[in-house]
């Protein structure tokens, strides 16, 4: 009886609409994928792969690395990219390290404090470091002024002596980039948790015994993946040299990327510029190595 009912009753009849993609597009995902990578795999390809290949491909000549080690500029240039990359980048990171202890502590004029130490590293390269390179020009800059002002002392030429100039260019390296490790270490510090000091300080570590036995025990990795970053940064680093300094005196403090342009675009010796940067690669990749270990091994996360 229900069935005659069902059939006297008024018929509902309910209009299926087609889906508005296509057969089987809705149903699969990997159209979709393929079609938010393409962009991303061209970009990469044309801007990541093709540059590496096409400088692999300028620099394969053996004759090209004979002609570099038979300049003696470039035995000069790769002493200079060793002094700013060992001893700039060791001593930045050292700095920033002690100094990321005294920016994590509590207070408003500390936190005051931290924003002015970050304008080096926020500001672009170019006035950044020309404003360093007007400071050390000499007679008349701000160097000489003050210590002719202050001290009643004639100043020297900083960019006359070799020394001179290679410690203002790794001093100018430092003031740039040691604002943004300070802040990678502070976000390290914050994230040990309290429990331990607490614990630390019932056991009698406080001060500097608390940073010897517990903040950089627990730091190590990260202070050490941060020191192999830099170091990978730092053997390119054209900006500080090239506009700090320029190379002088002499073009005796260039590191190898301002003697690679200069090869390439001053001289158009273009193979054996890309020659001079991809000298570096048998020290680099080792780095990028033992990186990738320290990273999979400590699971840090930066």
């Known amino acids: 009886m229900s069935f005659s009912r069902a059939l006297d009753g008024p018929l509902v009849t309910r209009r299926i609409q087609r889906p508005f993609w296509p ?149 100018a390296y430092i003031w740039k980039w040691m604002p943004f490790w300070t802040l990678v270490f502070i976000a390290g510090r914050m994230g040990i948790p309290r429990d331990i000091y607490e614990a630390a300080a019932v056991d009698g570590a406080t001060g500097l015994r608390r940073f010897t036995f517990v903040t950089f025990p627990l730091l190590a990795n990260l202070y050490l993946i941060c020191t192999l970053l830099s170091t990978l940064w730092t053997a390119g680093d054209f900006a500080a040299t090239h506009f700090v300094s320029s190379g002088a005196p002499a073009l005796q403090t260039e590191v190898l990327a301002t003697f690679g342009f200069r090869m390439a675009f001053d001289y158009g010796l273009v193979e054996l510029g890309v020659a001079a940067m991809l000298s570096v690669l048998p020290v680099l990749i080792p780095l990028v190595i033992v990186l990738m270990r320290r990273v999979q091994a400590a699971e840090v996360q930066l």
């Open 23 to 171: 057969r089987g597009f809705g149903v699969s995902e990997t159209p979709w994928t393929i079609a938010f990578l393409v962009p991303y795999a061209a970009v990469f390809l044309a801007f990541v792969a093709y540059p590496i290949a096409f400088g692999l491909y300028l620099g394969r000549k053996p004759e090209l690395y004979e002609a570099l080690l038979e300049n003696p500029r470039f035995v000069v240039t790769a002493v200079n990219t060793l002094l700013l990359a060992g001893l700039g980048v060791n001593v930045k990171m050292f700095l920033a390290f002690l100094l990321s202890g005294f920016f994590v502590r509590p207070g408003r004029w500390i936190k005051a404090l931290l924003v002015l130490y970050m304008l080096p590293w926020a500001l672009p390269a170019l006035p950044a470091y020309l404003s360093l390179h007007w400071m050390f020009i000499g007679y008349g800059g701000f160097m000489n002024s003050a210590l002719e002002a202050w001290f009643g002392i004639d100043g020297p030429i900083w960019f006359n002596s070799y020394w001179l100039a290679i410690s203002v260019n790794i001093l």
